[in-house]
């Protein structure tokens, strides 16, 4: 599965009808905890990068533009 923005990305592989790799992979698929888990992940990793991204990279365009 795909941990950087995961709901999103979740929601468009499964309309396209996904077949996992390995039964850890459909296992997963199906599991709420699972699901949530990795939501928080994310949230939890953008909450973390959110400051870099905008000072290291958004800031130097800005400057660019």
Request: charged letters at 30%; a neutral charge.
């Amino acid at each position: 599965m795909i941990r950087d923005h995961f709901e999103f990305l979740k929601g468009a592989v499964t309309r396209c009808g996904p077949r996992p790799l390995n039964k850890e992979a459909a296992i997963a698929m199906h599991d709420g905890d699972y699901h949530r888990g990795m939501v928080q992940y994310g949230e939890e990793l953008r909450n973390l990068t959110q400051p870099i991204w905008e000072n290291e990279y958004l800031e130097k365009i800005k400057k660019c533009v």
